[in-house]
């Protein structure tokens, strides 16, 4: 049982990338999935949440109008789509699953301890 998050890379401001989160071992339906990152010194954070059947959805103001995340469970993924990137977006970008299936646990913590897996995080780098 593993996820896994890809795609990360460097850009310039204003760039874009599309973060990818897999599953093996077991189906991402049922699952609330959520994207977190961290950077240097920082504690780990919210970015962004989408509900086991795709209808509710969860942005951090911080990426609000910038961020889209999407699933397409016949492919067991969830992508982050990230479009004019700051250098304040730098990070290692995690995603995580939540059996509870609800953005809710976002948008109320988020307590990372309710996610029930982890992917081992992707780098991103913004330069100015």
């Known amino acids: 049982v593993q996820l896994q998050a890809s795609g990360g890379g460097t850009v310039q401001a204003g760039g874009s990338l599309r973060l990818s989160c897999t599953a093996s071992?077991?189906?991402?339906?049922?699952?609330?999935i959520g994207w977190f990152r961290q950077a240097p010194g920082k504690e780990r954070e919210g970015v962004s949440c989408?509900?086991?059947?795709?209808?509710?959805?969860f942005y951090a103001d911080s990426v609000k109008g910038r961020f889209t995340i999407s699933r397409d469970n016949a492919k067991n993924m969830v992508y982050l789509q990230m479009n004019s990137l700051k250098p304040e977006d730098t990070a290692v970008y995690y995603c995580?699953?939540?059996?509870?299936?609800?953005?809710?646990?976002?948008?109320?913590?988020?307590?990372?301890?309710?996610?029930?897996?982890w992917g081992q995080g992707t780098q991103v780098t913004v330069s100015s």
């Open positions: 071992g077991f189906s991402l339906d049922y699952y609330a």
């Open positions: 995580a699953a939540d059996a509870s299936g609800s953005v809710a646990t976002m948008e109320i913590g988020p307590d990372l301890s309710l996610y029930d897996y």
């Open positions: 989408i509900g086991a059947y795709g209808g509710s959805t």
